[in-house]
């Protein structure tokens, strides 16, 4: 598998890792920051935006994820662990990021 697909794993775990509470969040009715929110990433988006958001997420890592194995890629211990390694950075930072959210 070519360098950059590895690159892609990671990228697609992220992109699913931050797919999920916007989805969830949206379609729960809950409002929750998007990047398109003032301040960006702090204020407050509307349910619809975050599903939208977490949509478009879910979209683009499956996209890369076709990249993958369109290009010759195969789903081996060191492709699943570099995407595992995306979804566990991005939730970490997430959860950092976020956590003071309501609090603001």
Same mark, same amino acid.
């Given at each position: ?15 699913f ?6 989805w969830?969040? $949206? ?13 960006? $990433? ?7 935006t ?38 566990a950075l ?15």
């Amino acid at each position: 598998m070519s360098w950059y697909n590895y690159i892609f794993c990671f990228l697609s775990g992220a992109l699913f890792a931050n797919a999920l509470p916007h989805w969830v969040r $949206g379609i729960s009715g809950d409002r929750f920051p998007t990047p398109f929110a003032k301040p960006s $990433g702090r204020g407050l988006s509307s349910a619809l935006t975050n599903v939208l958001w977490g949509l478009f997420n879910l979209l683009l890592g499956v996209v890369l994820l076709k990249v993958i194995f369109n290009s010759g890629g195969r789903c081996d211990v060191l492709s699943f662990g570099i995407f595992f390694a995306g979804l566990a950075l991005m939730s970490i930072f997430s959860s950092v990021h976020f956590e003071t959210k309501d609090k603001e």
